[in-house]
């Protein structure tokens, strides 16, 4: 542990000298940058490696109706030929700068494609967290202020249910209730706000439920420690020693777990953009698959790193803000 | 003694696993076809033919296929544990015990492993693998062992400092000994509730995958593919890709059950208030 007050540890590998060590957040951010980097390396090895599961790589990459005649000159034409570290020295240039080669169906860089794609399925994992948020919070709060009685035991159930629903049956669901039977809102397409609701619901429900759950037990965590029982003793309302108090505290394990849903949700938004023809990434990767598109399907996995990697690195500098202790170790 | 909702959750489990086991006895033929028979309702929702479950758009049993369906999620969610769990403790085991070089390079492909969303990898995976259960399982695990490895690399590093290990050493054990009879069976709780609940994990994984097109062959009736299937006439005939859907639902939560019961039960550290 660093002593009170100091900055990065005198044998970290990153220490920019005395100036920079007197401001410890831009050290730890730095960092994390850092490493974040080193994991999306670690992210393209395994996307390069993807080809060689299935065995022979140049007939994994090779369009579907490839004769043998053309398999050999194909893996010529693709450098298939070479020494394995060469491809993966090759590759690694390459998609450091977001080449991952053509798309088999349409022609155009992969990369671009994919990237085509990510504002829809940005907005839908947006909307998921606010869903999640939404929900998550006053369910937890509302558990742990009457704790053991029956609205704490039905916000269990309920986050209980949330977590065994898969994606595809709540889609299936809303679906069927809401735009078929209801015809509230619509059942696919993006042309507006109201075809992101029912996506939004379907991915966000999951993590929705496992945060209701954290909130509701490291609030509870929190309440029975002593500087509550002081804020208590002082005459506060109940009401602020939970939301000044006791909220400011849980807050932390309650934001780790939100940078920890990205991956889930994404994941969640692949079946929902299929469920409801959304024009996500996810479903064009899903398309992807039975064309054997492989360098969508590659940039496609680059992508979701990319995106989980940042919302880690969001995580650690939120750390930051919400507790003045993470800047002093 | 189980809480009510653990009862509930191995009562479900224990119906699939039998219902598994006899799925040749007690529905001989998934794939039969009644043409005329087809997108038949339920009985008890209107049905004409007397089908429990209904029929779906080629005139087939959905009970006899869910019965089918049952066999195929188990052997995944089971098969699938077993792989997972094998190769993540093996190498949390490593990672804890041996630690230094080996604890850093396994540490790290788990980090890089954890930054690419599992749906998402195993999608990727299976595209370049031909669709067949075997190839299915191995997938999960790939996308899994790093929840295993994590929590039992944890679980070494609290035990192998506590004084039983020393003792055990002191009188002369060896690394496996120590391993296999005192780190081991002092992890096994939780080994035993993250294995649990990553049952439920996979067969909802499998579901998810099949549902996507990419997990099985075409013709292997599972829960996620009759979903998939039916998906088309969900407005017209629900039951198709309701009734398998609510399976993997039920399944889940059983599991879920189960693992939050022992939990409380092995764990007292975790238990919820």
Do not use: C
Not at chain 2, 80 to 101: D, E, K, Q, T
């Amino acid at each position: 542990m660093a002593p009170p007050g100091g900055g990065a540890r005198p044998d970290s590998p990153l220490d920019l000298g005395p100036r920079v060590r007197d401001h410890p957040p831009v050290i730890y951010i730095l960092q994390r940058v850092v490493q974040g980097f080193l994991v999306l390396i670690g992210v393209t090895t395994i996307v390069f490696a993807l080809t060689f599961i299935a065995g022979d790589p140049a007939s994994t990459l090779a369009p579907l109706d490839t004769t043998p005649a053309e398999l050999e000159q194909f893996r010529h034409n693709m450098g298939l030929d070479r020494p394995v570290p060469v491809q993966y020295l090759d590759f690694l240039v390459h998609a450091v700068r977001g080449d991952f080669g053509l798309s088999y169906s349409s022609h155009e860089p992969a990369m671009g494609v994919v990237l085509e794609r990510l504002p829809a399925t940005l907005r839908l994992t947006a909307a998921a967290v606010l869903f999640a948020l939404v929900v998550s919070i006053p369910l937890g709060l509302l558990a742990a202020m009457n704790h053991d009685r029956w609205i704490d035991a039905a916000a269990r159930f309920f986050a209980f249910l949330g977590q065994s629903v898969p994606v595809f049956l709540l889609g299936m669901v809303l679906i069927l209730v809401v735009a078929v039977g209801l015809r509230w809102l619509p059942s696919s397409g993006a042309e507006s706000w109201k075809s992101l609701v029912l996506p939004a619901i379907s991915v966000g429900s999951f993590s929705a439920a496992v945060l209701a759950r954290l909130l509701r037990s490291s609030l509870l965590e929190v309440l029975s420690q002593e500087y509550i029982r002081t804020a208590y003793a002082k005459g506060l309302r109940g009401r602020v020693v939970v939301m000044r108090h006791a909220l400011r505290n849980a807050a932390l394990p309650f934001v780790t777990m939100l940078g920890l849903q990205v991956g889930f949700l994404l994941s969640g938004a692949v079946v929902a953009e299929t469920i409801f023809a959304y024009p996500g990434m996810g479903r064009l990767a899903v398309e992807a698959i039975s064309r054997k598109d492989v360098p969508v399907i590659q940039s496609f996995v680059t992508v979701a790193a990319v995106i989980v990697i940042a919302a880690n690195l969001l995580v650690d500098i939120a750390y930051t803000r919400i507790d003045p202790r993470i800047r002093l170790s | 003694m189980p809480t009510l909702p653990g009862l509930l959750g191995i009562a479900v489990l224990a119906l699939l696993v039998l219902t598994a086991v006899f799925a040749d006895q007690l529905a001989p033929d998934p794939d039969a076809q009644q043409l005329l028979q087809r997108l038949d309702a339920p009985s008890w929702a209107g049905g004409e033919h007397g089908y429990l479950l209904g029929t779906d758009n080629l005139g087939r049993d959905i009970l006899a296929r869910m019965v089918h369906g049952a066999r195929v999620s188990l052997t995944v969610g089971l098969v699938g544990v077993a792989l997972s769990g094998g190769v993540g403790i093996s190498l949390g085991l490593v990672a804890g015990y041996l630690g230094r070089r080996w604890d850093r390079i396994i540490m790290r492909v788990a980090d890089v492993q954890q930054a690419i969303p599992a749906l998402v990898l195993a999608i990727a995976v299976a595209a370049v693998l031909k669709p067949s259960v075997a190839n299915l399982i191995v997938v999960l695990a790939i996308t899994t062992w790093f929840t295993f490895t994590r929590v039992v690399r944890a679980e070494v590093l609290a035990i192998r400092e506590m004084l039983f290990v020393e003792a055990a050493r002191v009188v002369g054990a060896d690394d496996g000994r120590i391993i296999v009879r005192h780190i081991l069976p002092n992890a096994a709780a939780s080994i035993i509730v993250i294995a649990t609940l990553m049952v439920g994990n996979l067969i909802l994984f499998e579901a998810s995958l099949s549902f996507l097109g990419v997990g099985v062959p075409v013709t292997t009736p599972t829960w996620g593919r009759m979903v998939f299937d039916g998906i088309e006439y969900v407005a017209t005939a629900w039951w198709i890709a309701l009734v398998p859907g609510l399976a993997v639902m039920l399944t889940v939560l059983a599991t879920n059950l189960v693992g939050d019961w022992l939990r409380d039960a092995l764990d007292p550290r975790q238990r919820r208030r």
